[in-house]
């Protein structure tokens, strides 16, 4: 599977420059464009029906990154820094100073039961003889090869046009229990064969250098790879069906948090700024809500909270 971001990905990165933050250094554009594309490809992978979060808590200048990917493969990410991020900092000086770097996969029903917990999934970015990985792909792999037991590779790149990602899975084999009824020996020289294959095309595809991901298009990349095997191409997914960046952001959820901030909270913010306002951190919205809009959320229990329209 091979994914390729660029109008998503552009859209990310626009709103991002135009927000009060400003543009993302270079270093954590790579970060999580990888994130974005990494994550577009495990929902595909998947097929699940709900939201596909991939964070990553960091304890160097990125606190944390964010992206959030549907099942209509809409997707939207951001990051979370504090203090300088060096121009040529890699994966364990933005996040992984101290060893304690952690990426968290998380699986969120679309319809969850009341009580029901999303499924998460968490990964050191060390390896097992305690070294610090220097790609986010290292960690991945290694959580999709734990969480599914099947083996993978996962190539990654992404710069401040382009956000790239090539996944490939072993997948598991069909009729191998009616193989095993067969000759003695039989259904294990098939697994060893298939094996063998799966490990050449890894090899294949563990080749693809960022620069050849960043630039090239898909038909060149699979020509160059694997111009020795037979391939067989499925459509690919354009227009409304291909991902793209949206946001699920809304008042509706604003009013619910600021309703969770309590009523003493909120009134003290009212009382210090005059209104109460939020930007999302994914697309830029602003949201404010004035002391009459607070003071609905908190008197009548249970109404709506007002749906005066967003400032995009
Ligand atoms: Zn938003």
């Known amino acids: ?25 270079l270093p954590v554009q790579a970060l999580l464009g990888e994130m974005a594309a990494a994550g577009v490809l495990m929902q595909s992978n998947i097929k699940f029906r709900g939201s596909l979060i991939l964070q990553v808590f960091g304890d160097g200048p990125v606190k944390l990154a964010v992206a959030e990917i549907q099942s209509d493969l809409s997707l939207r990410a951001t990051a979370t820094l504090k203090g300088e991020v060096p121009a040529d900092a890699g994966l364990s000086a933005m996040l992984n100073v101290h060893g304690q770097g952690r990426c968290a996969i998380t699986l969120d029903p679309k319809d969850r039961l009341p009580g029901q917990q999303p499924y ?13 990985m220097n790609k986010l792909s290292d960690a991945l792999q290694h959580y999709m090869r734990q969480s599914e037991q099947l083996e993978t590779t996962l190539v990654l790149a992404a710069d401040d046009k382009v956000a790239a990602g090539l996944l490939i899975q072993r997948l598991p084999v069909k009729g191998m229990a009616n193989l095993a009824g067969q000759q003695p020996g039989e259904a294990e020289l098939y697994e060893a064969e298939m094996y063998e294959h ?15 991901l960043l630039t090239l298009d898909v038909e060149t990349i699979l020509r160059r790879l694997f111009w020795e095997e037979k391939l ?23 009013a619910r948090m600021i309703q969770g901030l309590g009523e003493v909270e909120a009134k003290e913010i009212l009382a210090e700024r005059g209104a109460i306002m939020v930007d999302c951190e ?9 002391a009459i809009d607070a003071a609905q959320l908190f008197t009548t229990p249970g109404a709506k909270p007002p749906s005066s329209p967003s400032i995009q």
């Not at 998460?120 to 610090?132: R, Y």
């Not at 354009?238 to 991902?243: C, D, H, K, R, S």
């Not at 994914?282 to 004035?290: K, L």
């Open 282 to 290: 994914f697309c830029g919205a602003h949201y404010r809500f004035d």
């Open 198 to 212: 799966y490990n050449r095309i890894a090899t294949l595809a563990a080749s693809l250098k960022r620069e050849e």
């Open 120 to 132: 998460q999934g968490v990964v050191p970015l060390t390896d097992e003889c305690d070294q610090k």
């Open 232 to 254: 067989q191409r499925f459509e690919p997914f354009v227009g409304e069906t291909a991902p793209r960046f949206a946001c699920t952001c809304n008042r509706d959820r604003v």
């Open 1 to 25: 599977m091979i994914v390729r971001l660029t109008d998503a990905w552009a859209e990310i990165l626009r709103r991002r420059a135009a927000s009060s933050t400003g543009a993302y250094p």
